[in-house]
């Protein structure tokens, strides 16, 4: 590793594997595509490879996320990573940790909530401005999950306090998703999803964007989803796609 934040990233992603003997944990790794001009004149690309760990304990949910980002441009999805001039930036993303808590699981009712805790901690290369903001970000949310036979909708609504980089002030955004799913078959199904969030700045655009996915359950323990994704503001990518494994052991 290039860096003592990099090497702590991966070595958090590590022990979260191994150290809770007993507990449910699902591995996935995601490859993700996005482009768009984000409010820029000129079209900026990512590449992202998420490395996923989630450990389930009774009702208590726990993960890491650390990304491998290859971005090209002047700025990023989300409003918040932009360059003074147009290059390539590789390397480790920021580390997001995420707790979450089953508060409600209705077998009954085929109903669900889940409250949860999110912190995104800047252990990326602070030089390189396509990758991190510098700044840690926190963010509070409950998920809400209802069945309906073969289909299943889902909620979610959060609020995020950004980490303010130098010369900005952020606002502290609320964001949601609202999405559906059918089941076509046992182990296949389809779904879509809408994303918002709102805007950073004043002059800034909102997150707003919607995702269609499908997914196939190979086994109980293995899954694989892909997804395509279409934004429709200058904080979301103009399109991108990608597709995510998931082992359960």
């Known amino acids: 590793m290039k860096s003592a934040s990099q090497s702590f990233a991966l070595a958090a992603v590590l022990w979260l594997s191994f150290a809770s003997a007993g507990a449910q944990t699902t591995v996935s790794v995601n490859l ?30 726990f993960k890491l996320n650390l990304p491998y980002i290859r971005a090209t441009g002047t700025a990023a999805s989300g409003g918040d990573r932009f360059t003074s001039s147009r290059q390539t930036q590789e390397g480790f993303g920021d580390l997001v940790a995420t707790a979450t808590w089953g508060l409600l699981d209705d077998e009954g009712a085929q109903f669900a909530v889940d409250l949860g805790a999110k912190a995104k901690l800047a252990v990326a290369d602070k030089r390189q401005d396509l990758l991190t903001t510098g700044r840690n970000d926190y963010s509070l949310l409950a998920d809400v999950l209802r069945n309906f036979g073969n289909l299943t909708g889902f909620v979610t609504l959060g609020r995020t ?3 303010d980089p130098a010369g900005i002030n952020y606002r502290n955004p609320w964001f949601g998703t609202i999405g559906l799913s059918r089941k076509l078959q046992p182990d296949l199904s389809l779904g879509a999803m809408v994303d918002y969030r709102q805007k950073l700045t004043p002059r800034g655009d909102p997150i707003n964007e919607m995702t ?9 323990q293995l899954k694989v989803q892909g997804y395509l994704v279409r ?12 597709i995510t494994v998931s082992a359960r052991f």
């Open 32 to 61: 993700d595509y996005a482009e768009g001009k984000y409010g820029e004149r000129t079209k900026s690309t990512s590449w992202t490879m998420p490395l996923i760990v989630k450990q389930q304990i009774g009702d208590f949910g």
């Open 161 to 163: 306090w950004k980490g």
């Open 212 to 220: 269609l996915f499908v997914e196939r359950k190979f086994s109980s």
């Open 231 to 242: 934004g429709f503001s200058d904080s979301s990518p103009d399109i991108g796609a990608g």
